[in-house]
């Protein structure tokens, strides 16, 4: 579950949304498949832009009104009127015997309406027979359009329609419908995959903002010493190396490059490669994370035994000279993106890089190494706001409950105000940057030590004395 505490939800997300309903009822996973980790790597279902799988949309105890749920409610609608077609178009296509035209004719002359017209207009004030006779002018209201509304199909039609088809050298068999309509297709915008149905499937599959009872979890116990590190001189963003007409130039022209300042080892950051190798968070319907830049390892840095054992945890793809066990990530939006999507995406990310320090830090030990401290930081870049956080593992209530993530605010600033403002955040930023790097670096230090003591005693093997004479 990732908690993040943060106020940047905007004030529209307080107004009570339009929720959809499905025709099928949402199928809910038990909790005991919830708690157990999966036993074989589930790759997601859909690529990247599609649509998310039916099993995406019965899974959600809530459905968002989003672009991509109205496309799966076309999509269900469509599919529904194929079934009804079909029907429709089996029993049009029966054959045609002089039995069954005569079972027709019974059923229509044998039909009789549940009440007669006649006594229930009896029964109608004068006002709502004035509002009878302006409904059935000109033959009333066409209810063909009405969902599951099947026009009966006469043997007889269909014989009539058959020959006229034929004198046109079309179909004999062919039903002409002249109601038809012809429908032209919409260009809409491409929908996003971090919309709120995106964080109700993480909501749902451990993953949260806040605790439903308002609980404010407890700050990681390294929350001094991160604070500490952030605001630590740097000599490259003195006044003498980054003056106001730099920080105009910032403002006006490139904005990430100066912020990320020079990179030492440009093969320790990548950005906008899907994590398709990671194993899912909750389940193989959501997305893959995709995040705008992150910081990880060079491949070789891990021993490759362990990068084997812990490949979906820890390497994001099986593009093999990209970073591995990244735990610094920057989501960067422009003017016009969405504050709320960036914050979704910085708590998937975050979430998954903490995850892969955590495996690495309980490689080759007995119990998992949760310590409640945090190694992994998400940055968001938006509309000139510049808002870190920290991602971390909480220590879970029972040995099989779900993992628990916390996304916890530590800094924000307004970059583009004035020069000192903007020193303070790229100073932050990158001893941020730092910070992490310190942390992976020495994750993996020590799960190489544990996997080469481990390699040497199986190698050993056990050791027995002489008997003594």
């Not at 302006?134 to 009405?146: A, E, K, M, Y």
């Not at 451990?206 to 609980?215: A, I, M, S």
């Not at 992976?440 to 030590?449: F, L, P, T, Y």
């Amino acid at each position: 579950m990732i908690l993040m505490v943060d106020k940047f939800r905007s004030k529209a997300r307080l107004r009570k949304p339009r929720i959809l309903v499905f025709a099928s009822p949402p199928r809910k996973r038990p909790p005991q498949e919830l708690s157990q980790p999966p036993s074989k790597r589930q790759k997601p279902k859909y690529p990247r832009g599609s649509q998310p799988p039916t099993s995406f949309w019965d899974n959600l105890s809530k459905l968002w009104l989003t672009k991509r749920a109205l496309k799966e409610f076309d999509r269900r609608n469509t599919q529904l009127t194929s079934s009804v077609r079909h029907s429709l178009s089996r029993q049009a296509h029966r054959q045609v015997t002089r039995q069954s035209i005569a079972k027709w004719k019974q059923k229509e002359e044998n039909w009789e309406p549940t009440e007669a017209a006649a006594n229930f207009l009896a029964r109608c004030s004068t006002g709502r027979l004035e509002e009878i006779k302006l409904l059935t002018r000109h033959g009333g209201q066409d209810l063909s359009d009405l969902r599951g509304y099947q026009k009966p199909i006469c043997p007889l039609y269909r014989i009539m329609s058959s020959s006229q088809s034929s004198s046109r050298g079309g179909n004999r068999n062919s039903i002409v419908n002249p109601n038809t309509k012809t429908c032209t297709p919409t260009t809409t915008r491409k929908t996003r995959p971090y919309d709120r149905n995106f964080q109700q499937a993480l909501t749902d599959g451990g993953l949260c903002y806040e605790y439903p009872d308002g609980r404010v979890p407890a700050k990681p116990k390294n929350w001094e010493e991160v604070n500490q590190r952030l605001i630590q001189p740097r000599p490259s963003l003195s006044l003498s190396n980054f003056s106001e007409e730099a920080h105009i130039q910032f403002v006006m022209e490139s904005m990430i490059p100066i912020i990320e300042g020079a990179i030492k080892d440009a093969s320790c950051v990548s950005g906008g490669i899907p994590f398709t190798n990671l194993d899912p968070l909750t389940d193989s319907t959501l997305v893959p994370g995709n995040p705008d830049r992150y910081y990880g390892a060079r491949p070789e840095q891990l021993n490759q035994q362990t990068r084997t054992e812990l490949s979906n945890q820890i390497i994001p793809s099986t593009q093999g000279d990209l970073p591995i066990a990244p735990n610094f990530f920057l989501t960067g939006k422009g003017p016009d993106g969405s504050a709320a999507v960036a914050g979704r995406q910085a708590s998937y990310d975050g979430a998954l890089g903490a995850r892969g320090i955590q495996s690495l830090q309980s490689h080759g030990q007995d119990e998992p190494s949760i310590n409640n401290n945090k190694y992994t930081i998400t940055s968001i870049y938006h509309n000139g706001q510049l808002k870190m956080y920290t991602s971390h593992r909480g220590q879970p209530d029972t040995p099989r409950s779900r993992p628990e993530y916390y996304m916890t605010q530590i800094k924000c600033y307004a970059l583009t105000s004035d020069l000192d403002t903007f020193r303070r955040g790229a100073t932050a930023f990158r001893n941020a940057r730092d910070w992490a790097k310190e942390q992976r670096d020495e994750a993996i230090r020590r799960a190489n030590k544990r996997t080469s003591v481990s390699n040497s005693h199986a190698t050993s093997g056990p050791t027995t004395q002489p008997r003594g004479k």
